[in-house]
């Protein structure tokens, strides 16, 4: 997961749930997830759908043109065996017709014929001639069967019936797999039947020069699909086949069959004319397709890596768009805090000077009454003796005092003070500024630490600004610290025409859920001690005032850092 | 020497109270609610320095400052407010005023300052005075 979190865009775990005016507009996950969903339909969308239609439309074409070739040599093998068949009837058509039947019926002429037949055409291995009562006269054959009868043969009956017969294959007396013709013929006035015993073996043999792809086997069965000649894959010859026999049809078929163990077969078949035998090519589908399957790969490959391809590229377009989307927001919100920020202190100024002003008038009534009760007392002799009275006049006008300098520092807030501008040496006016605290440091113990860095050259700035923002800081730190404490001040140069100065205490420190608002007027701390909460309020102003920011750092219980970044060329503010 | 001096403010309550505080300091003081009241009274009477407030119902503290100004410009002015901004001074200062105290004031820097504007005031009717002698003896050719 740590290696998928680098590509986890950086809006992902952004809370959009928060409320009140800086709320996201967005919620940018769904923003993501609808751009990536957009993006991935419009662009993989037609590419996938052409991909299926195209592997669709290629299979189609693959499988048309494995049926049309399996077709063909259907036909082809058909034409074959018709043609194997056709010609040995032929020639035993022209055996008979061209000989008078006394030549044909001399036994030793009945032998020479054999083998002058298989000498010109070939593939027979025995000749009988028959009786209609069944009985074989007449026979040429390497076995002996001169003189059988074949009346109980049911072979026998259907050529007298249907004069000619071409037989299954089938074992007969000698036990071996045969196929007859027979023929019915009339010689000399009288019906005999001419029974040739066709080689089986030739047969085979010229099935098995028919090749056709896809582990296939080319073979004839009966109508009960006994296997009539020798097959790769399917059995031998007289098995019954496992594949289903195809429906009757004229014309060359071919069929999709599943065999028993789920395997799938092409199988082209025809019916062979005037014989018991359907010729078979089966081909194994999965061998024949398997050229196609590989192009598919290698195309369903490249189609992978394309389509990876473009969600990476969606994948980074969508980031991308909905990152700046979420960092204009961010942008947007906290210019919005900023905004508030500011106006709330600027809001807070015009109170604070609205209010200062309408107490001044009040105060200075009370101011005048007091002091005029003062001067009656000290102007008539009655009163003179009594010091009671001078003393509460006293704290009268005391407090006065101190509600009319609250009053002023409001106003001073508020108030945008023309910035006077002289060169200063930092030294020098830092110097000033412990001056005044330094009768309070001997009196604590506090040891103050200055360090001035001498590369810092005299420069311009507001002169009694930079004062009140020293005598305001170090008061403070004064106040946080302990007796016996340090006090650092430092100055050093920084980047393009800087300086930083730090007042670092070690007193109590501030706690972080303070440091947010203590420079937010009448926020105090020391409020039972008499503070007004108002100090660092008005040095954040007079920092800004003088184009200058200001950095704290603090820890509870071991100090506070304020780092004032002060450019060294002065530029007027509005 | 008793200074003559003239106290305008729309606070009543605190210009008569000011008033018995100044009078008691050996001043002889005149008072005034609105700007209005105070020209009327500038015509009347001399006076030595104003103590002027600078917001006022009607005619603001500037302006009476401006005609007082127009009128004598010998007499001196001191601003005193509850309202002072830098602007307002700044005015002030280019209307002729000599100073501008905030509210609340303390009464010593007040008669300090009252007492310098009427010995300013003495001063600049005194060469006043000595120029148009001189203008006198040099026209009659003396």
């Known amino acids: 997961m740590g290696f998928l979190n680098q590509f986890k865009p950086i809006f992902w775990d952004h809370q959009s749930t928060k409320s009140g005016p800086f709320k996201s507009l967005f919620d940018f996950r769904s923003l993501w997830r609808k751009r990536v969903i957009l993006l991935v339909a419009v662009a993989l969308g037609p590419l996938i759908s052409l991909a299926i239609f195209d592997h669709m439309v290629t299979r189609y074409d693959a499988e048309q043109e494995i049926h049309l070739r399996t077709a063909r040599l259907v036909s082809n093998s058909r034409r074959t065996v018709s043609f194997f068949l056709d010609k040995r009837k032929s020639a035993l058509d022209f055996v008979l017709k061209h000989h008078p039947f006394e030549i044909l019926i001399d036994q030793e002429h009945f032998k020479v014929l054999l083998t002058d037949l298989n000498a010109t055409i070939g593939g027979f291995t025995d000749l009988g001639l028959i009786t209609t009562a069944g009985d074989q006269f007449r026979y040429s054959g390497p076995y002996d069967l001169m003189d059988q009868n074949y009346a109980g043969e049911a072979w026998f009956q259907e050529v007298l019936e249907k004069g000619i017969y071409i037989s299954n294959v089938f074992r007969g007396f000698r036990d071996t797999p045969h196929l007859v013709i027979a023929i019915k013929y009339q010689l000399d006035g009288n019906d005999y039947v001419f029974r040739a015993t066709v080689d089986t073996e030739r047969f085979n043999q010229l099935l098995s020069e028919v090749t056709p792809g896809g582990n296939g086997d080319v073979f004839l069965i009966n109508s009960q699909g006994v296997l009539q000649t020798p097959t790769r894959s399917h059995g031998k010859v007289m098995d019954t086949i496992e594949l289903p026999i195809p429906e009757y049809s004229e014309h060359t078929r071919v069929i999709e069959v599943v065999d028993k163990t789920g395997e799938r077969f092409i199988v082209g078949y025809a019916y062979l004319k005037d014989t018991p035998f359907i010729l078979m090519i089966t081909e194994q589908k999965s061998v024949l397709m398997a050229p196609w399957l590989k192009t598919r790969i290698v195309i369903i490959t490249f189609l992978a890596i394309g389509m990876f391809g473009i969600l990476l590229v969606i994948y980074f377009v969508a980031t991308h768009l909905v990152t700046q989307i979420f960092t204009a927001d961010l942008r947007r919100s906290q210019t919005l805090r900023e905004v508030e920020h500011t106006s709330r202190l600027a809001s807070i100024g015009r109170l604070s000077a609205g209010v200062a002003h309408e107490i001044n008038n009040p105060l200075a009534i009370i101011n005048e009454k007091a002091g005029l009760l003062k001067d009656l007392i000290t102007y008539r002799e009655e009163y003179k003796k009594d010091q009671k009275l001078i003393v509460h006049l006293d704290s009268i006008l005391a407090s006065v005092e101190r509600c009319g300098s609250i009053t002023k520092r409001l106003l001073g807030f508020a108030r945008h003070l023309d910035v006077t501008i002289q060169k200063i040496n930092l030294r020098a006016v830092i110097e000033d500024v412990l001056g005044f605290l330094t009768k309070e440091a001997e009196y604590r113990s506090i040891t103050v630490d200055l360090r001035v860095d001498e590369t810092i050259p005299d420069f311009e700035t507001d002169r009694g600004k930079l004062q009140q923002i020293l005598l305001n800081l170090i008061n403070n730190a004064f106040a946080a610290m302990q007796d016996g404490g340090t006090l650092d001040v430092r100055a050093r140069p920084a980047d393009s025409d800087m300086i930083k100065i730090s007042v670092t205490d070690d007193g109590s420190g501030i706690p972080e859920a303070d440091l947010k608002k203590i420079y937010e007027p009448f926020f105090s701390t020391k409020t039972t001690k008499g503070g007004t909460g108002l100090g660092l309020s008005i040095t954040y102003g007079l920092i800004q005032e003088l184009g200058a920011t200001v950095e704290v750092e603090s820890e509870v219980g071991v100090g506070t850092q304020f780092l004032i970044t002060l450019p060294l060329h002065h530029t007027r503010k509005e | ?142």
């Open chain 2, 1 to 142: 020497m008793s200074e003559r001096i003239l106290l305008v403010d729309d606070e009543k309550d605190f210009v008569e109270t000011l008033a018995e505080r100044m009078r008691s300091r050996d001043m002889t003081v005149s008072t005034a609610t609105s700007a209005a009241g105070a020209l009327d009274l500038i015509e009347e009477k001399s006076f030595d320095a104003i103590v002027l407030d600078l917001q006022m119902p009607g005619m603001d503290g500037l302006e009476a400052l401006e005609m007082i100004k127009a009128k004598n410009p010998n007499l001196q002015v001191i601003l005193l407010t509850g309202q002072a901004t830098v602007e307002k001074g700044i005015q002030a200062m280019k209307l002729g005023a000599m100073d501008l105290l905030e509210k609340p004031a303390d009464i010593d820097t007040l008669t300090e300052k009252i007492k310098k504007a009427s010995a300013k005031k003495m001063v600049l009717v005194n060469e006043e005075t000595e120029k148009k002698i001189k203008e006198i003896m040099g026209g009659k050719g003396w």
